[in-house]
């Protein structure tokens, strides 16, 4: 069990690790949000809970600030949920297993849930403290917000007045974030079609990428595993006929897929095999700064059916023609990321093989670009597009006062210069922009590291001076 007797801010890693006891993947979220209201209720505070399980506690203004405007913080409960390969995780019923290696807060072979458990753990902090001076305030947790913001799409203002909002969902401290990327998910479809066939397959099995966020990490470069297995397809399907028997990669919309394997029926398995030597070759050295884990392994496996002539060509000509990555960069900021895709997940699903990607962009004309571009391919190859869970860009607000305070509030904390930037990923922030939009806002966090992935991790001393300032923030806004 892990002891956070010597690890500070107790108060934050204490309700971290409440929270972290209960499975909340996106979707699952009710026990969880349960636990807030009650939470709530054993210390006499107002609380609203939605159909879709959002919770917003309310704490009246401590003495001397009962005039201030309402402060609003705000994080989602909910959480990306990946595991190693080697574990036996259950996220539905396993708590999180967190450890700590010196200044490092990590999980075993799962996400940590720090994003965005963090912001729902200092929240619990302060509404659970009795002498952190503050505004009225009122605690915004949402739901789904990782896989479409669900949660904040169904929310309205009818129960919330606050004139400042400090989100905390960002990764990396001293960063304030004050704009960013709207986006949507393409989702295509191809009717899947099937005929008996008895006969010994090859599976193809690419692992070992790195994955990661597909809006924090997008920039990196890294290689898509659903991408490789296209050109590996369509070179055999050239040199060699042969037939999809199964197609599966990726496992969430805003997760870079680091694994992605097909099982072939070929006429030449010979063939096959030296162009899967060869490519494999050519991958390694095309990546050999970010991907060094690249693996591509082959087994033969016995192929029962196969997908029909038109359906594997469509579909590997789809997965070969569809763009991915970084499309454009910004001309206003340098190093941003304007507009990019992620090819996220292959699947079989409700008699269809869906391919889902999630298309991003800081530009709404960028954004429409991509997006019909991908419907014009998925016409041109037989399949059906449709868009979900799409939301707005956050637009930069040059009369923030939030931002020059909180800016020079961390400068006085730490004597060290804050940044002020945007962020190639979907905040919250645009939504809840468009529910309050005379709210003034601003997003940052401590340090996160490789989320969405098995490897995430924080700094614990981050989470404390992230701590500090809030508190001092708060203090503030008076």
């Given at each position: 069990m892990i002891d956070l007797e010597n690890i500070e801010p107790k108060e934050v890693f204490h309700w971290f690790h409440q929270l972290n006891q209960i499975p909340r993947c996106s979707g699952n979220e009710k026990e969880a949000s349960d636990y807030l209201v009650n939470f709530a209720k054993e210390r006499n505070?107002?609380?609203?809970?939605?159909?879709?399980?959002?919770?917003?506690?309310?704490?009246?203004?401590?003495?001397?600030?009962?005039?201030?405007?309402?402060?609003?913080?705000?994080?989602?409960?909910?959480?990306?949920?990946?595991?190693?390969?080697?574990?036996?995780?259950?996220?539905?019923?396993?708590?999180?297993?967190?450890?700590?290696?010196?200044?490092?807060?990590?999980?075993?072979?799962?996400?940590?849930?720090?994003?965005?458990?963090?912001?729902?753990?200092?929240?619990?902090?302060?509404?659970?403290?009795?002498?952190?001076?503050?505004?009225?305030?009122?605690?915004?947790?949402?739901?789904?917000?990782?896989?479409?913001?669900?949660?904040?799409?169904?929310?309205?203002?009818?129960?919330?007045?606050?004139?400042?909002?400090?989100?905390?969902?960002?990764?990396?401290?001293?960063?304030?974030?004050?704009?960013?990327?709207?986006?949507?998910?393409?989702?295509?479809?191809?009717?899947?079609?099937?005929?008996?066939q008895n006969g010994s397959g090859l599976e193809i099995k690419i692992s070992g990428l790195k994955g990661g966020h597909s809006g924090m990490e997008i920039i990196k470069q890294r290689a898509n595993a659903i991408k490789l297995l296209g050109r590996i397809l369509v070179k055999c399907n050239y040199k060699t006929n042969i037939r999809l028997a199964k197609i599966q990669g990726g496992t969430k919309h805003n997760a870079i897929p680091s694994d992605a394997k097909a099982v072939i029926l070929a006429e030449d398995i010979d063939r096959v095999r030296k162009i899967v030597e060869d490519l494999t070759k050519d991958f390694k050295e095309e990546y050999s700064v970010e991907e060094r884990g690249l693996n591509i392994d082959l087994k033969e496996v016995k192929v029962e059916e196969i997908y029909s002539k038109e359906l594997?060509?469509?579909?590997?000509?789809?997965?070969?023609?569809?763009?991915?990555?970084?499309?454009?960069?910004?001309?206003?900021?340098?190093?941003?990321?304007?507009?990019?895709?992620?090819?996220?997940?292959?699947?079989e699903k409700n008699n269809n093989v869906e391919i889902t990607a999630s298309v991003r962009s800081a530009s709404s004309?960028?954004?429409?670009?991509?997006?019909?571009?991908?419907?014009?391919?998925?016409?041109?190859?037989?399949?059906?597009?449709?868009?979900?869970?799409?939301?707005?860009?956050?637009?930069?607000?040059?009369n923030s006062k939030i931002r020059e305070k909180a800016v020079r509030v961390y400068e006085e904390l730490f004597n060290k210069k804050a940044e002020v930037s945007a962020i190639h990923a979907g905040l919250e922030c645009g939504l809840l922009k468009e529910i309050l939009p005379d709210t003034?806002?601003?997003?940052?966090?401590?340090?996160?590291?490789?989320?969405?992935?098995?490897?995430e991790h924080l700094s614990i001393s981050s989470v404390q001076r992230v701590w500090e300032f809030l508190i001092k923030l708060l203090e503030d806004l008076k």
């Amino acid at each position: 069990m892990i002891d956070l007797e010597n690890i500070e801010p107790k108060e934050v890693f204490h309700w971290f690790h409440q929270l972290n006891q209960i499975p909340r993947c996106s979707g699952n979220e009710k026990e969880a949000s349960d636990y807030l209201v009650n939470f709530a209720k054993e210390r006499n505070l107002e609380v609203y809970q939605d159909e879709i399980y959002n919770v917003i506690i309310k704490k009246p203004a401590s003495k001397g600030y009962e005039d201030s405007d309402p402060v609003i913080i705000q994080g989602h409960m909910d959480m990306v949920c990946i595991k190693g390969k080697d574990s036996n995780h259950d996220f539905t019923k396993n708590p999180i297993e967190m450890i700590v290696e010196g200044d490092i807060m990590r999980a075993n072979n799962t996400t940590l849930g720090g994003d965005d458990g963090i912001a729902v753990a200092y929240g619990l902090a302060i509404l659970d403290s009795k002498d952190i001076k503050h505004p009225p305030l009122e605690v915004l947790i949402t739901t789904n917000e990782e896989t479409g913001m669900d949660g904040v799409h169904a929310l309205s203002n009818e129960h919330l007045s606050g004139k400042t909002l400090l989100n905390i969902d960002s990764e990396e401290e001293g960063v304030f974030l004050v704009s960013c990327a709207g986006g949507a998910n393409k989702i295509t479809k191809f009717r899947l079609e099937k005929e008996k066939q008895n006969g010994s397959g090859l599976e193809i099995k690419i692992s070992g990428l790195k994955g990661g966020h597909s809006g924090m990490e997008i920039i990196k470069q890294r290689a898509n595993a659903i991408k490789l297995l296209g050109r590996i397809l369509v070179k055999c399907n050239y040199k060699t006929n042969i037939r999809l028997a199964k197609i599966q990669g990726g496992t969430k919309h805003n997760a870079i897929p680091s694994d992605a394997k097909a099982v072939i029926l070929a006429e030449d398995i010979d063939r096959v095999r030296k162009i899967v030597e060869d490519l494999t070759k050519d991958f390694k050295e095309e990546y050999s700064v970010e991907e060094r884990g690249l693996n591509i392994d082959l087994k033969e496996v016995k192929v029962e059916e196969i997908y029909s002539k038109e359906l594997s060509d469509n579909l590997i000509d789809y997965i070969m023609m569809v763009p991915d990555g970084v499309q454009y960069m910004s001309k206003d900021i340098e190093g941003l990321v304007q507009t990019s895709l992620n090819n996220a997940i292959i699947e079989e699903k409700n008699n269809n093989v869906e391919i889902t990607a999630s298309v991003r962009s800081a530009s709404s004309s960028s954004l429409r670009e991509i997006l019909n571009k991908l419907s014009v391919i998925a016409k041109r190859t037989g399949g059906k597009s449709e868009e979900k869970g799409a939301y707005p860009a956050w637009q930069f607000d040059k009369n923030s006062k939030i931002r020059e305070k909180a800016v020079r509030v961390y400068e006085e904390l730490f004597n060290k210069k804050a940044e002020v930037s945007a962020i190639h990923a979907g905040l919250e922030c645009g939504l809840l922009k468009e529910i309050l939009p005379d709210t003034d806002m601003i997003s940052f966090g401590p340090n996160l590291y490789d989320v969405h992935t098995e490897k995430e991790h924080l700094s614990i001393s981050s989470v404390q001076r992230v701590w500090e300032f809030l508190i001092k923030l708060l203090e503030d806004l008076k």
